[in-house]
């Protein structure tokens, strides 16, 4: 089993900064894909940014290219999601989640740490 625990939300200003942590427990921190996703009030869930185990290899939906990046600390078992340029259509509830295989397939998820945006 995996438990994922999110933190970092807060309340930024337009074009200011955070940063998202994710501390896993449970399984070998190094064994899992690790994701990024979040959900607007009303909205569907989105895909946000993906980092490959073993290889690194990072994801990112286009709206956040270049503003996102995704990055893991396997010494602390932590993955973080540092947030650039933010946008008011950035805000949204966040989810760190794990993939256990390598299909993008999400079986673990964190309780979500809220991301809001002022203009």
């Known amino acids: 089993q995996v438990q994922l625990v999110e933190s970092g939300g807060g309340l930024v200003q337009a074009g200011g900064s955070l940063r998202l942590s994710c501390a896993a427990s449970?399984?070998?921190?190094?064994?899992?894909?690790m994701g990024w996703f979040r959900q607007a009030p009303g909205k569907e869930r989105q895909f946000v940014a993906r980092?490959?185990?073993?290889?690194?290899?990072?994801y990112y939906t286009d709206s956040v290219k270049g503003r996102f990046t995704i990055s893991r600390d396997n010494a602390k078992n932590t993955m973080y999601l540092q947030m650039n340029s933010l946008k008011p259509e950035d805000a949204a509830l966040y989810y760190c989640?794990?993939?256990?295989?390598?299909?993008?397939?999400?079986?673990?998820w964190g309780q979500g740490t809220q991301v809001t945006v002022s203009s």
């Open positions: 449970g399984r070998s921190f190094s064994s899992l894909n």
């Open positions: 989640a794990a993939d256990t295989t390598d299909v993008w397939n999400w079986d673990y």
């Open positions: 980092l490959t185990r073993s290889t690194g290899t990072t």
